[in-house]
Each structure stands twice: as C-alpha cells, then as structure tokens.
Nanobody, 122 residues
C-alpha cells in the first residue's frame, strides 16, 4: 500500500505562485507514476500533470507553460510548481499514484491523497 500526504495549498492572487508537495510512503513507490488532479465543487476530477518513475512528464493543456512537476526519488516526494495562477485554477488538488501515467490519466488503479485547497483571487 502507498500513502500520500499533500501540502502547500493556500490562498494566492492572480499571477502568484504556489508549490504543492506530495510525500509518498509505502511499498514500490519508486516504480510508480505520481501526479496531480484537481476538482472544483460539482465537477469531475480532472488531470493536471504527472511524472513517471523515469522522469517523463505530461500536463493538461490548460496548465502548459505555467506549471512544472518534479520528483525527488530519495524523499519519494513529487512537487507541482504552479506559476501565473489564475482564478480558474481554484480547486482542491489531489496527489495521485498509479503504475503509469497512462493508467493514471485513465483513472484506473489510482490511489489518492486527501487533497489540498488552492484558492486564487482576482
């Protein structure tokens, strides 16, 4: 089993930056893809970005050029650097782990963190 713990959410203004962290613990973490989803109340949870165990990254179109993702294999921690924040980025952000980025994006066999709130004001 893998356990995920997110941190770094909070209140920001348009154009500001935040960095989210997700620490993973448990078995076989190093061989998993790790990433982020976000969810607005009343909407479906949507994919934001992910990084494979080898360091390949994928992002949703709406965050390309603004967000970056990195992984510290020693700490088993993934980071989402969020720049040029917009009000539409306001959501609960969930850390996710899956065997591959593909299975994560398909929402198959995904384990979730508890979520961290990001609020961006105008």
């Amino acid at each position: 089993q893998v356990r995920l713990s997110e941190s770094g959410g909070g209140l920001a203004q348009t154009g500001d930056s935040l960095r989210l962290s997700c620490a993973a613990s448990g078995r076989t973490v190093s061989a998993y893809a790790m990433g982020w989803f976000r969810q607005v109340s009343g909407n479906e949870r949507e994919f934001v970005g992910a990084i494979s165990w080898r360091g390949n990254t994928h992002f949703a179109d709406f965050v390309k050029g603004r967000f970056t993702i990195s992984r510290d294999s020693v700490k088993n921690t993934v980071y989402l650097q969020m720049n040029s924040l917009k009000p539409e980025d306001t959501a609960v952000y969930f850390c996710a782990v899956s065997a591959t980025i593909q299975t994560m994006r398909q929402s198959d066999s995904v384990l979730w963190g508890q979520g961290t709130q990001v609020t961006v004001s105008s």
